[in-house]
């Protein structure tokens, strides 16, 4: 296992066009977040997984963004027609977690989206 | 709601030489964690510390070390013998117990290294 693998690594679009980015965690974290991080700012928490139940969305999350995580396993973000605002990094990141504790999230490298 | 907050956006150091990134935090949680995390430039962001709040003792990891001001709400990083590859955004980061949001994160600081 090689980590948390996100594709595409960057993705230029046109305003109004759609893009869906992919997310593969490591195999077995039962956690999966989306965090979207614009120039000069700290990550922003955009939704999470628990397996392939989505619990919790952010309000940063307008209803042109949807996530699924089908088999628990990989995950898709899909922006529907994008505005350049939504141009930004966007992080994955799993986590192995139980009950409480430190929840360690290891992070892929992102897909960044440049909405002309 | 948490927030963490980093008052410095950039801060230099010589190599060799030791540099402390400050970060305050609030939560209303008892239970809680905080990180301080490391982003390259163009590179993924990996785990560098973390600390229990329920422990007193400062979390160290080689030549990283926090110190923990819990009563002040203050987690800082202390990076000793500082070396080019240190060069990197850092950033501050909490989770309470609940952990519905994942992890809040500061607004970071630019780490620049002078040789």
């Known amino acids: 296992d090689t980590g948390v693998s996100q594709n595409p690594r960057h993705k230029i679009t046109k305003r109004g066009q759609n893009v869906t980015f992919r997310c593969d965690p490591i195999?077995?974290?039962?956690?999966l977040y989306w965090y979207r991080q614009t120039l000069g700012q700290g990550p922003e928490f955009l939704t999470y997984f628990q397996n392939e139940a989505q619990l919790e969305k952010s309000r940063l999350l307008s209803d042109r963004f949807s996530a699924e995580r089908p088999k628990g396993s990989f995950s898709t973000l899909e922006i529907q027609r994008t505005e350049q605002g939504d141009s930004a990094m966007y992080l994955c990141?799993?986590?192995?977690?139980?009950?409480?504790?430190?929840?360690?999230?290891?992070f892929g490298a992102g897909s960044r989206l440049t909405v002309l | 709601a948490q927030t963490v907050t980093q008052s410095q956006p950039e801060m230099s150091v010589q190599e060799a030489e030791t540099v402390t990134l400050s970060c305050t935090y609030d939560?209303?949680?008892?239970?809680?964690?905080l990180f301080w995390y490391k982003q390259p430039p163009s590179r993924q962001m990996i785990l560098v510390i973390r600390q229990e709040a329920y422990k007193q003792q400062n979390a160290t990891e080689n030549r990283f070390s926090v110190n923990f001001q819990k009563a002040a709400k203050s987690f800082s990083l202390k990076i000793s013998d500082s070396q080019l590859g240190d060069a990197a955004m850092y950033f501050c980061a909490s989770y309470s117990g609940g952990g519905a949001d994942g992890l809040t994160f500061g607004k970071g600081t630019h780490l620049i290294i002078q040789p």
């Open positions: 195999s077995e974290h039962n956690r």
């Open positions: 990141a799993s986590s192995f977690q139980t009950g409480s504790g430190a929840n360690v999230l290891t």
């Open positions: 939560t209303s949680e008892s239970d809680y964690y």
